[in-house]
């Protein structure tokens, strides 16, 4: 029974990321979700973060890097700046990896409105932080700021707006669907 388990918990991963894929370059799509520089309501926190709560930090952390690096993989492997290595663990490992998978240590959470969204914003926190170093590091004197508070400042302006709104409509996503996304799971994994 274990290994029928296993393949439920891979097969459910494989379609949140899929579905999470999707959302992503649907939210590439719509200019309204965009912002200039690359920032962009993503539409695919919800299903991302909805592997880890629903089966716990194996799969949470495997979903969410594997749904960065697809990402990742599938828009060409773009780099922005002159310092590849920042920019990949501040843009993509830490927000993603950390900030998405985060929320599969918090697997009680599932069937709470409260305590789920509490999660949800916790995400958000650390997507926001990690974005926002990195913008201050990476693009403090190409913005043409002479202190760092005034980059400090546009980084955090810049890039909360659409963290922000990313995790606002991943919350009212989940409040509005939290009757069926324990759907599937046994008992004991609630």
Known sequence: MKSNETVRSLTETAVFVALGLALKFLSDIIPFLNF?????????????C????????????????LYWLLAWLIGGLKIYSDYPLIEI???RFIPYTVGYGI?????????K????????????IIRLISHTTSGVLLWYSWTGF?????????????NGSYVLLTTLLAIILFISMNRILSFGLKKSEE
């Not at 909805?50 to 890097?65: M, V």
């Not at 002479?146 to 810049?158: C, R, T």
């Open 36 to 48: 200039f520089e690359g920032g962009t309501i993503d539409l695919a926190m919800l299903p991302i």
């Open 50 to 65: 909805l592997i880890g709560l629903r089966r716990g930090p194996k799969y949470g952390f495997l979903g969410a890097t």
């Open 89 to 91: 663990l501040l843009d």
């Open 103 to 111: 929320a599969s240590l918090f697997t009680n959470t599932l069937n």
């Open 113 to 124: 409105r409260i305590k789920g969204s509490l999660v949800l914003v916790l995400c958000g």
């Open 146 to 158: 002479n202190e760092f508070a005034e980059s400090f400042y546009a980084s955090l302006i810049y």
